[in-house]
């Protein structure tokens, strides 16, 4: 059985299963798609062709399926193969019989590799951007931990572990934070946007969901839902109240908020430049002194 070889198509996808967790069912898709895309511009249909990929091993097989004609009869060497050149491979072959021969995809023309190629590029193009604007749409209001890759006057780029890029604006910055390239910042997911075909991810370190997520991370009575976070009103890296209620009256929220000798909520304070936290009991009567706190800031 014939083999096509093909290493600059088949191990640029290799790379991009890897890099991109493209799963194998649309690996095998999006090859036979390309494939079938070059051939159906080159003969006006790929109906007749059967392609086999096994990104596996790297490689693929192409057969093509004639009808045998008598040879003062052959219109389309596409579609049919003269009864001289059929016997050629086997000689029990007659006319009207269907014969299958493998393909070398190169014998189509460096054309036809090069539309492939091209072909193949914009497809994992399109895929990557694909997945990851729905990777991070489903993550909108989670933290993320991204490496400080550049430092500008309006904006921070900082790339996943796949190499992704997020944006931290610098309004979505707490004043008082400074980066150094390479460093390891988490911030949360406010925004995901398509913006000329490519995702814009937007983080926050400002957002009072930042500060709720981090409470989440640091107390497990909250992770669990026996304290909720019924409020929090910040001015970023100067100070924040954050009202909590217990759903458990042998939980004091406030305390387990705060952790023994502060320390659960040192570390938040830490991560948030030294932002005076203040943790408050949430009333359900609207106490003036507690919500008059919370709309002061």
Same mark, same amino acid.
């Given at each position: 059985?014939?083999?096509?070889?093909?290493?600059?198509?088949?191990?640029?996808?290799?790379?991009?299963?890897?890099?991109?967790?493209?799963?194998?069912?649309?690996?095998?898709?999006?090859?036979?798609?390309?494939?079938?895309? &070059?051939?159906?511009?080159?003969?006006?249909?790929?109906?007749?062709?059967?392609?086999? $990929?096994?990104?596996?091993?790297?490689?693929?097989?192409?057969?093509?399926?004639?009808?045998?004609?008598?040879?003062?009869?052959?219109? #389309?060497?596409?579609?049919?193969?003269?009864?001289?050149?059929?016997?050629?491979?086997?000689?029990?072959?007659?006319?009207?019989?269907?014969?299958?021969?493998?393909?070398?995809? %190169?014998?189509? @023309?460096?054309?036809?590799?090069?539309?492939?190629?091209? %072909?193949?590029?914009?497809? $994992?193009?399109?895929?990557?951007? #694909?997945?990851?604007?729905?990777?991070?749409?489903?993550?909108?209001?989670?933290?993320?931990?991204?490496?400080?890759?550049?430092?500008?006057?309006?904006?921070?780029?900082?790339?996943?572990?796949?190499?992704?890029?997020?944006?931290?604006?610098?309004?979505?910055?707490?004043?008082?934070?400074?980066?150094?390239?390479?460093? %390891?910042?988490?911030?949360?997911?406010?925004?995901?946007?398509?913006?000329?075909?490519?995702?814009?991810? $937007?983080?926050?370190?400002?957002?009072?969901?930042?500060?709720?997520?981090?409470?989440?991370?640091?107390?497990?009575?909250?992770?669990?839902?026996?304290?909720?976070?019924?409020?929090?009103?910040? $001015?970023?890296?100067?100070?924040?109240?954050?009202?909590?209620?217990?759903?458990?009256?042998?939980? #004091?929220?406030?305390?387990?908020?705060? @952790?023994?000798?502060? %320390?659960?909520?040192? @570390?938040? &304070?830490?991560?948030?430049?030294?932002?005076?936290?203040?943790?408050?009991?949430?009333?359900?009567?609207?106490?003036?002194?507690?919500?008059?706190?919370?709309?002061?800031?």
């Amino acid at each position: 059985m014939a083999r096509t070889k093909g290493p600059s198509m088949i191990e640029t996808f290799a790379d991009f299963k890897e890099n991109k967790n493209v799963d194998r069912t649309t690996l095998i898709s999006v090859l036979e798609e390309s494939f079938r895309n &070059v051939i159906s511009k080159m003969f006006g249909s790929d109906e007749n062709y059967s392609i086999i $990929i096994n990104p596996d091993k790297g490689d693929f097989e192409i057969w093509r399926n004639r009808k045998v004609v008598a040879d003062n009869r052959l219109k #389309d060497s596409n579609l049919q193969i003269s009864l001289t050149e059929a016997q050629k491979i086997d000689p029990d072959y007659e006319v009207g019989e269907e014969i299958t021969d493998a393909v070398d995809f %190169a014998g189509f @023309g460096r054309r036809a590799v090069l539309n492939l190629r091209q %072909a193949l590029a914009s497809k $994992i193009l399109e895929l990557q951007k #694909d997945s990851i604007f729905s990777k991070y749409k489903d993550q909108i209001g989670q933290i993320v931990i991204g490496e400080v890759y550049q430092v500008w006057k309006k904006e921070v780029l900082m790339l996943d572990d796949d190499a992704n890029e997020l944006l931290l604006p610098k309004e979505q910055q707490i004043p008082t934070d400074f980066f150094r390239k390479g460093e %390891a910042r988490r911030a949360v997911v406010v925004s995901v946007d398509n913006q000329n075909g490519s995702p814009k991810i $937007i983080l926050s370190r400002t957002s009072p969901l930042f500060m709720q997520r981090l409470f989440e991370l640091e107390v497990p009575e909250i992770h669990d839902g026996l304290i909720t976070i019924k409020r929090i009103a910040r $001015i970023p890296g100067e100070r924040a109240k954050v009202a909590v209620e217990s759903y458990d009256d042998r939980i #004091d929220p406030v305390g387990a908020c705060v @952790g023994m000798k502060g %320390a659960r909520i040192h @570390g938040i &304070v830490r991560e948030l430049c030294n932002e005076n936290i203040d943790v408050i009991n949430y009333s359900s009567n609207l106490m003036l002194d507690i919500f008059a706190g919370l709309k002061a800031l």
